[in-house]
């Protein structure tokens, strides 16, 4: 698992018992700094948007926070679940961490306060991603069983927690769903999934607006939006990246080179105004 802090030009890349970030404006190709104190696998990292700390979930059943400006490479605070960590989430106010384990409990995390709420939206189900708006006005969060849950979210201003509401729940695919993230204006929603496709979803309604299927796509790992909102990249099991139009639904380009499944992305464009 990687992530770009483009900001700060760091890079940080994270797996079993590691956490290791680059320069990216180096030659050096070894990493300057080892974080330590991870003892399984990395499922998730983020950093909070000034770059001043950054967040990590794992397998060992606990959420992390690490202040990047600190010369002690242990993490600063800890939050202890008793299921491993599938995904981790920092709501746009960048006080509420949210995160979301095997046993199928979503736990709410107020990084201010220290008080942590739970909800387990289904039963004997994991939880395998959760996604905020930029807005912060609704939370997705995809299970194992192929279902997108939607809660409309209020409060998180000052001191005011956070409340979710529950929305709605869609039967998003057939199979395992995999991922979900909102687009950079807040109106659409994406799943993907086991069942060899990704969906897009309207926020107006939360009605389906493509389902994006290619005849040679395996499992639909991960998937970004352009910053405009009108494309969208997914990663797939046949070793194939492909960037979508979200309009017609139709593959614009796809991207060669991979031997074996491709399970994650990042993506990030600019417009540039002369």
């Excluded at 060992?60 to 242990?74: G, K, V």
């Amino acid at each position: 698992m990687y992530l770009f802090d483009t900001c700060q030009n760091i890079f940080l890349n994270a797996g079993y018992q590691h956490i290791r970030m680059y320069d990216l404006t180096s030659s050096n190709p070894n990493p300057v700094i080892n974080y330590e104190g991870v003892s399984k696998n990395v499922t998730g990292v983020g950093f909070q948007e000034d770059g001043k700390w950054m967040y990590t979930g794992g397998e060992d059943c606990s959420a992390r926070i690490w202040d990047l400006r600190s010369r002690n490479l242990q993490c600063q605070r800890i939050f202890q679940v008793s299921a491993p960590v599938n995904c981790v989430c920092l709501h746009p106010n960048q006080a509420e961490l949210v995160v979301g384990d095997q046993s199928g409990v979503i736990h709410l995390w107020d990084l201010k306060t220290d008080h942590n709420e739970q909800l387990i939206p289904e039963a004997e189900a994991s939880i395998q991603d959760i996604a905020v708006d930029p807005e912060g006005s609704y939370m997705a969060a995809v299970s194992n069983r192929g279902h997108c849950y939607i809660w409309s979210l209020t409060g998180g201003v000052g001191e005011e927690p956070i409340k979710l509401n529950p929305k709605l729940k869609i039967v998003a695919h057939k199979r395992y769903a995999l991922k979900c993230k909102f687009s950079p204006d807040s109106t659409l929603l994406v799943t993907t999934s086991a069942d060899q496709t990704a969906r897009i979803w309207k926020t107006s309604d939360f009605t389906l607006l493509q389902e994006l299927r290619h005849e040679a796509q395996r499992w639909v790992w991960d998937a970004a939006f352009s910053a405009d909102s009108q494309y969208i990249l997914t990663a797939s099991s046949d070793g194939v990246a492909r960037l979508w139009n979200v309009e017609t639904g139709a593959v614009e380009r796809e991207y060669n080179g991979h031997q074996k499944a491709v399970t994650s992305l990042a993506f990030r464009d600019e417009i540039i105004r002369e």
